[in-house]
């Protein structure tokens, strides 16, 4: 009996360390790969040039074909397009700000963005003198004095909050409602602080909300030495007065699509895990960072198993969604399609917080399966992976109904030195960093492939 | 008794709890001023203007004027020099390889640097043919061809390796070395292939090694790109042909010095941490990264103590090191130092691996040891440090003897694109990456100085 209890404890162990040690040299296998023929980086260069992919552009459209050929070039095994109807926002051409007075100051140039979603100001412009707020506690206080004027919410960012996302929420919320608390108060036009971690000149844009009960009115950010700029001048010329022209505008809808590409599993076709980024971008910049990096890493995390000569068991589904930044278009689509399916959604990851050397996988499981996934960190480990924490898996997977929703968490201190601005270019990501995302993504997926949850 | 026992274990614990829960919230104290106020890069700022500082250099004195009088002006208890006699090498201002033949080739110049250490040629240049090879097994086979010619040692580091001072460390023993294995096959220079991570035609220098016994010849590093170009040239042109000029040459000895600087403990003060990274670098760029980092994190962690109002208990002392990068001088003087003080070193942390994002310590002592240091690590997390491995503390700390020697390890994927060269600028360095090494860095000193070894 003893002997017979020791050989299954044996033999367990066995089985057991057999997946672990092979899947690690699995995973060295993909890092060596990525980081030697840096295949994502030489997409990434492909996708950047073809310039900022906001939702129903021109050049959505050019994206969208370039990641169906990349996909088809590959010889993934099924690749097609899933159409999603986008709301589409145009910046146009005019985007000014200029100070009328005081006279010495007259003509000085604000360097400022139209915020995604607003609408524009009459051609002649909007002319009104600006008031600052510095959060919505003094907006309320001087809510009295805000009625014709420019509200300028000068809110920065957290710079000592060591989690940026955390930072970033909290400022977003002037972003998002600014122009809502404005209009309640009769502003003509609001001003926001740039919300970012790079302390330069350049306005980073992003999606704004109306209220349909109240007037719209223009929204712009404002880079942050023109915000300090601002600031003082105000300081000495408190009725210092701009003109605001925009252009941007609302179009009608038009369609665009999710593209998806799939390898099928070998022997569980019917169970299938999304990897995925958003193709979409804002139209400042490159979106190099913000997606065009999870568009790539998806793409090579499964290409990496041709290129390596593994198929896998489960079935791998790269779906480059749509419209996130102005809507979760493709996303509600996607959630949409999963929820009728007859195929299994086991699991999906994402990647959509830049191109940055690796650190960790957030994860939204039940907690056997969150258990199941943190067991496998000696092997993550391989890519540079460091933990697996509870979390949330991102937004354009948040629709799909699966055992496991995971987050692929690069580094998080440079993200916002370029998000939704002029400085999210191909060169600012590094090849190195984006090729360990890649590695550790196509890791995660070979595990659970070959183990299921 | 029981209840004794009892009593003994919940006090245990409180007293055990106590301790981590204050150093966390120093901790994240620690972060957030360092990553608010932003007095290392600032201080990285000033000294990276001042250049490159070649122990020996007008500007490595510059550098020690400044350092001593930073930490004058920031209240540190005692600030002194320790002299430091040091080799001097100096670059000179020729630096010159031109291809000369074939015709078509003739009058390119190719993007090199002499390597630290490096004789000049004479005042009309080294003519000669160059031939490649990828490796030292295949210099050996050609060693009969090697006669009066110029090898270009070819090497590449090798990109896939995940641990990028791994591939250097492989890579480096031919910049090491090539020199004196040309001279002995009678080569009349040696050409080697940047060690780099980057693909740019920057040259990265580094220090290099000659044999007494065998004859010195001129060593060059060569830009990437060129690299490439010639190796390219070499297939159709054979006899390919450059000259090469170099006035680069050795000087006397000088002396130069440690700047040293230390806040004394209130409780321990014969007790010292000594934490450091070296003043000097080398004359490509501006030491930002090697090692002007390690420098402002080392000052920087200490004066937290004083900016957030707290006294160490043990003795924290700054240890600014001159010339690590040509002979470890500085390392070597102050080694002698702790081998006859009174004082007792406990601990010595060193910072030699650039201003990137934190990632881990890696330690040097005995396991008891070891294992109180690796139970820091949920404080430590709060500035972003993931792991605490055994390994190496770093080059300038290797001759002190103390119970601990600590690495500081950020993220290393990008080090290498700017080590050694003119990429290594102070535009190279996030603030906000540089400053969570501060953070990580006062933190450790916090523990230690608190807890004793």
């Not at 009996?1 to 092979?22: G, T, W």
């Not at 097609?80 to 910046?91: A, M, N, S, T």
């Not at 540079?384 to 055992?403: E, N, T, Y």
Request: proline share 4%; glycine share 10%.
């Amino acid at each position: 009996m003893r002997k017979l209890v020791f050989a299954i404890i044996i033999f367990s162990f066995i089985a057991m360390a057999k997946e672990p040690v092979d899947a690690s040299l699995i995973a060295e296998k993909f890092v060596r790969t990525a980081l030697r023929e840096q295949k994502a980086y030489q997409w990434l260069r492909e996708l950047t040039s073809i310039g900022g992919r906001l939702a129903g552009s021109e050049n959505s459209a050019k994206a969208v074909r370039w990641a169906k050929e990349k996909m088809e070039q590959l010889g993934f095994d099924r690749v097609y397009l899933q159409p999603v109807e986008v709301p589409r926002w145009e910046r146009g051409n005019v985007e000014k700000a200029v100070i009328i007075s005081p006279e010495n100051l007259k003509g000085r140039e604000l360097s400022i963005a139209a915020l995604g979603g607003s609408v524009g100001t009459p051609e002649e412009g909007i002319t009104a003198e600006v008031i600052e707020v510095k959060n919505f506690e003094e907006f309320k206080e001087k809510a009295p004095q805000v009625r014709g004027k420019i509200v300028f919410f000068n809110v920065p960012m957290d710079q000592g909050e060591i989690n940026t996302f955390k930072a970033y929420g909290e400022a977003v919320r002037y972003r998002w409602a600014g122009a809502m608390e404005g209009a309640k108060a009769g502003a003509k036009a609001v001003i926001i602080r740039s919300i970012t971690t790079r302390y330069d000149n350049v306005p980073h844009t992003g999606m704004m909300g109306y209220d349909t009960k109240i007037r719209k009115i223009p929204a712009v950010s404002i880079g942050l030495k023109d915000a300090d700029f601002l600031s003082n001048a105000l300081k000495k010329y408190p009725h210092l007065k701009i003109t605001l022209k925009l252009n941007c505008r609302q179009l009608p809808p038009s369609r665009s699509y999710n593209v998806i590409g799939e390898i099928r599993g070998s022997q569980h076709p019917e169970e299938v895990i999304v990897v995925g980024g958003h193709l979409d971008s804002w139209d400042k910049g490159e979106g190099a960072h913000d997606d065009g990096a999870g568009v790539v890493q998806s793409i090579e995390a499964v290409e990496l198993f041709k290129r390596i000569g593994i198929r896998p068991e489960r079935t791998l589904r790269v779906v480059l969604f749509m419209n996130e930044e102005y809507g979760l278009s493709g996303a509600k689509a996607y959630g949409e399609y999963v929820s009728r399916a007859s195929e299994k959604h086991i699991a999906a990851i994402e990647s959509d917080r830049g191109g940055f050397t690796p650190r960790g996988f957030t994860v939204k499981a039940e907690d056997p399966v969150f258990k199941e996934i943190k067991s496998w960190l000696p092997v993550l480990q391989k890519c540079r992976i460091d933990w697996i924490r509870k979390g949330g898996g991102g937004a354009d997977i948040s629709r799909i109904k699966a055992k496991a929703l995971i987050g692929y968490f690069p580094d998080d201190q440079r993200y916002f030195d370029f998000h939704h601005s002029a400085n999210d270019v191909f060169e600012a990501v590094n090849p190195r960093e984006l090729e360990l995302g890649s590695a550790a993504i196509a890791t995660l997926l070979y595990l659970i492939s070959c183990q299921g949850l």
